[in-house]
C-alpha cells in the first residue's frame, strides 16, 4: 500500500485573525485537540523534526494557527488548543472564533486529524469541535494520544468506546503515542489516502474542463 513519507517540512507562518490567513495552491490537513493532548509531539513525530512545534512547558501557548509547508505539497494547519481553564475566556472565545471561523471559510481544508487523550472520554470542547465539524461538513479521523499508557487490552476496549462516544468506525480512530512512535504509520498511510483522493479530484476537475 503507498504510504507518505514526510522528506520536508518547514513553519510557513501563524495567523490569530481571519484576514490574516494566506491559503496556498493545495490541500490542508488540519490538527485540532485540547491545550494538553500532544498536538505539538504529534506533530514533530510526523515530521520527524523535534522542535518544528514548539512543545510549551504551559498548556494553552498556541494562541493562533500555525502553518506548517510539508513535503512542498501539503499544509499542516495546527489549531489553537482549546479547553484551557488558566486562560481568560475572553481568549477562549477569541480562539473559538479563529477555529469556526477557518473551518467554515478554508476553500482547501480536506480533513481534520482531532487529538484525544486514549484513556479519557471526550469533553464537552471536545464534542463542541465535533459537532463544528459535522456542521461544517468537515471530514475528520481521531487520533487517540498517549496509546502507550493503556495495555492492547485496554486499547482495544477504548478504541470501541471512542467509536461510540465520537460516532466514527473504530477504523477511523488511530491510536498514537508520540513517546514510542506507536501508530505512525497508521498515519502515514492515512494522509496517503486523502491525498490520494484529492489528487484523483483534480484529475476528474481537469477532464471536466
Same mark, same amino acid.
Given at each position: 500500500?503507498?504510504?507518505?513519507e514526510i522528506?520536508?517540512?518547514?513553519? *510557513?507562518?501563524?495567523?490569530?485573525?481571519?484576514?490574516?490567513?494566506?491559503?496556498?495552491?493545495?490541500?490542508?490537513?488540519?490538527? !485540532?485537540g485540547?491545550?494538553?493532548?500532544?498536538?505539538?509531539?504529534?506533530?514533530?513525530?510526523l515530521?520527524?523534526?523535534?522542535?518544528?512545534a514548539?512543545?510549551?512547558q504551559?498548556?494553552?501557548?498556541?494562541?493562533?494557527?500555525?502553518?506548517f509547508?510539508?513535503?512542498?505539497?501539503?499544509?499542516?494547519?495546527?489549531l489553537?488548543?482549546?479547553?484551557?481553564?488558566?486562560? !481568560?475566556?475572553?481568549?477562549?472565545?477569541?480562539f473559538?472564533?479563529?477555529?469556526?471561523g477557518?473551518?467554515?471559510?478554508?476553500?482547501r481544508?480536506?480533513?481534520?486529524?482531532? *487529538?484525544?487523550?486514549?484513556?479519557?472520554?471526550?469533553?464537552?470542547?471536545?464534542?463542541?469541535?465535533?459537532?463544528?465539524?459535522?456542521?461544517?461538513h468537515?471530514?475528520?479521523?481521531?487520533?487517540?494520544?498517549?496509546?502507550?499508557?493503556?495495555?492492547?487490552?485496554?486499547?482495544?476496549?477504548?478504541?470501541?468506546?471512542?467509536?461510540?462516544?465520537?460516532?466514527l468506525?473504530?477504523?477511523?480512530?488511530?491510536?498514537?503515542?508520540?513517546?514510542?512512535?506507536?501508530?505512525? @504509520?497508521?498515519?502515514?498511510?492515512? *494522509?496517503?489516502?486523502? *491525498? !490520494?483522493?484529492?489528487?484523483? !479530484?483534480?484529475?476528474q476537475? @481537469?477532464?471536466?474542463?
Open positions: 500500500m503507498y504510504t507518505v522528506k520536508n517540512a518547514r513553519y *510557513l507562518y501563524g495567523f490569530a485573525q481571519l484576514s490574516q490567513y494566506r491559503p496556498l495552491e493545495m490541500p490542508e490537513i488540519a490538527v !485540532a485540547k491545550s494538553n493532548v500532544g498536538k505539538s509531539s504529534f506533530i514533530n513525530m515530521t520527524n523534526i523535534n522542535g518544528l514548539k512543545v510549551g504551559t498548556p494553552g501557548k498556541t494562541r493562533m494557527i500555525n502553518v509547508l510539508l513535503n512542498g505539497s501539503f499544509t499542516l494547519m495546527d489553537p488548543g482549546y479547553g484551557y481553564a488558566k486562560v !481568560a475566556r475572553s481568549e477562549q472565545e477569541r473559538s472564533r479563529l477555529i469556526e477557518y473551518l467554515h471559510a478554508s476553500q481544508l480536506k480533513h481534520v486529524f482531532l *487529538l484525544l487523550d486514549v484513556r479519557h472520554a471526550p469533553t464537552q470542547d471536545d464534542l463542541m469541535m465535533i459537532n463544528w465539524l459535522s456542521f461544517y468537515v471530514p475528520f479521523s481521531v487520533i487517540a494520544t498517549k496509546a502507550d499508557k493503556l495495555s492492547k487490552a485496554q486499547l482495544s476496549r477504548r478504541r470501541q468506546e471512542l467509536s461510540r462516544e465520537t460516532g468506525i473504530a477504523s477511523e480512530i488511530f491510536p498514537v503515542s508520540s513517546a514510542t512512535r506507536q501508530g505512525k @504509520e497508521s498515519i502515514c498511510d492515512r *494522509l496517503a489516502m486523502l *491525498l !490520494a483522493h484529492e489528487n484523483d !479530484a483534480g484529475d476537475n @481537469e477532464l471536466a474542463e
